[in-house]
């Protein structure tokens, strides 16, 4: 079956570590998105990509980086720069100017400090 | 820049009733897209409905309906005969229509649903 397949599901962080979470997808989408979920905050996105080799900044970028060397995989880096990343974090993908199909989400990673 | 609100935090409903979940957003675009998305504790996120703003005709899946009200920029969720799995939190959702540079979703802060049994 086609789908997102985020890993792991539960991610433990030291203070000064980077850390990356995996995404993947085999629907053949073009547009892959990664997105932050506070509590009482919803989804903020932090990066996404249309195509391969190209990805734009969200609303809160720093202290994330990106790739998109395949259409597939768009992992996530969470780098010693960002300040609060205990949160839970979504990735999405979409057929690109597919506005009417909303998203296809994957089942998401819980990030914790410690 | 588009912005959705939800301005109630926390709902609940007796199991078997009806309730309805406010959503509004501002936008200055004429072609856009609205979405309902349920996030159950287990936090998958799931696609409820969808309403084209070129439609006039409310958009309705199964026990799930919408009221969209596009002058007053509304996009209400009602949910019937509300069962115990719908207990989730609900997020309404805006995507812009036209070819824009990206074509992002933006959420609301989302309305956490009880089912009381």
């Known amino acids: 079956d086609g789908g997102i397949t985020q890993s792991p599901k539960y991610l433990f962080r030291k203070e000064g570590q980077n850390v990356t979470l995996s995404c993947e997808q085999n629907?053949?989408?073009?547009?892959m998105y990664w997105y932050r979920q506070d509590p009482g905050q919803g989804l903020r996105l932090i990066y996404y990509?249309?195509?391969?080799?190209?990805?734009q900044k969200g609303d809160i970028a720093e202290g994330y980086s990106v790739s998109r060397e395949k259409k597939e995989s768009f992992p996530l880096t969470v780098t010693s720069a960002q300040k609060n990343p205990t949160a839970f974090y979504l990735c999405?993908?979409?057929?690109?100017?597919?506005?009417?199909?909303?998203?296809?989400f994957g089942s998401g990673t819980r990030l914790t400090v410690v | 820049a588009q912005t959705v609100t939800q301005s109630q935090p926390e709902m609940s409903v007796q199991e078997a009733e009806t309730v309805t979940l406010s959503c509004t957003y501002d936008?200055?675009?004429?072609?856009?897209?609205l979405f309902w998305y349920k996030q159950p504790p287990s936090r998958q996120m799931i696609l409820v409905i969808r309403?084209?703003?070129?439609?006039?005709q409310n958009a309705t899946e199964n026990r799930f309906s919408v009221n969209f009200q596009k002058a007053a920029k509304s996009f209400s969720l009602k949910i019937s005969d509300s069962q115990l799995g719908d207990a989730a939190m609900y997020f309404c959702?805006?995507?812009?229509?036209?070819?824009?540079?990206?074509?992002?979703?933006?959420f609301g802060p989302g309305t956490s649903l009880s089912v009381i049994p």
């Open positions: 990509s249309q195509i391969v080799n190209d990805f």
């Open positions: 629907l053949n989408h073009d547009a």
């Open positions: 936008t200055s675009e004429s072609d856009y897209y």
């Open positions: 999405a993908s979409t057929i690109r100017q597919g506005a009417r199909y909303g998203y296809t």
């Open positions: 959702a805006y995507r812009s229509g036209a070819e824009t540079s990206y074509d992002k979703v933006i």
């Open positions: 309403q084209e703003a070129y439609k006039q």
